[in-house]
């Protein structure tokens, strides 16, 4: 079975971009979650109640819903509501513009170390919000909210962990450009439905045939793909296997962190990958 770092490593040059339903969003962090930031590709996902909320914090930041927020944040905005299931566009719009309120006081990524960690910059400092307290800050946009900041707050840049923020995802979760982003998944649900005899449905797989080609065909091509998925993948995972044993760590001899922030080098879930089978 190939795990999915593996499989995503493969795919590096197609893919670009994951929309998971909550089949998967639910899976170990170290077995989804953190291959994934890992690689580099950006995960779109809904967060079950249990994934949501606040946990503790990276420095004065305010980990919540998988991303940091100042410490400022207002407390009626920290655990919002989703919209309740099957709602309509007009009755979502309430919630969303909660959550989009509440991305004001978000963090905005400074910059991203091939160790893993991420370094993250306060609001005030990004634009996002102006505060009196910071004359520089009033210089912004004045879409950007007014907040009161007692002065000598600390506005100074946190770094996170490899595993601090697993649920991270480059939309905010429940704002407006997240529920664009997640809504990608209902096309790949209305092409599936379409394919599985639902009402007004093109053709129906479950039948084991289709009207252009029969079940033989159809075995035959997933087979070829399978096999052709499974060569490649194997290729490249031993290609890096070669690459590490040369230079397992880039020419640098690291020991594990101690009170600092995680690198993916100190996390053993995560370092190692099985090989693809």
Not at 37 to 58: H, Y
């Amino acid at each position: 079975m190939i795990s999915i770092e593996d499989r995503a490593s493969a795919e590096r040059d197609l893919c670009s971009d994951v929309v998971v339903d909550r089949g998967c969003s639910q899976a170990a962090v170290a077995e989804f979650h953190l291959p994934l930031q890992k690689l580099g590709v950006p995960v779109t996902m809904d967060l079950r109640v249990n994934q949501r909320g606040e946990v503790p914090g990276v420095g004065p930041a305010r980990p919540i819903d998988g991303h940091l927020f100042a410490e400022h944040l207002p407390g009626d905005l920290v655990a919002l509501d989703m919209p309740p299931m099957g709602s309509t566009s007009e009755e979502k719009k309430p919630y969303i513009a909660r959550y989009d309120q509440r991305a004001r006081y978000r963090h905005a990524r400074h910059a991203t170390p091939p160790d893993g960690t991420t370094r993250w910059k306060h609001p005030v400092s990004a634009g996002y919000l102006r505060a009196r307290t910071v004359p520089a800050s009033m210089s912004k946009s004045r879409k950007a909210p007014l907040v009161s900041i007692p002065a000598g707050a600390d506005l100074s840049i946190v770094t996170a962990g490899a595993d601090a923020l697993p649920l991270y995802q480059p939309c905010l979760h429940g704002t407006t450009a997240h529920h664009a982003a997640y809504g990608r998944r209902q096309l790949v649900e209305t092409v599936n439905s379409q394919l599985h005899g639902a009402a007004g449905a093109i053709t129906n797989w479950s039948r084991g045939c289709t009207r252009s080609m029969r079940t033989g065909r159809i075995q035959l091509y997933v087979a070829w793909t399978i096999a052709g998925f499974n060569r490649r993948s194997s290729n490249r995972w031993l290609s890096a296997r070669v690459d590490m044993a040369r230079d397992p760590r880039g020419g640098r001899s690291r020991s594990p962190r101690k009170g600092r922030a995680r690198r993916w080098a100190d996390l053993p879930a995560v370092a190692g990958a099985s090989p693809p089978g």
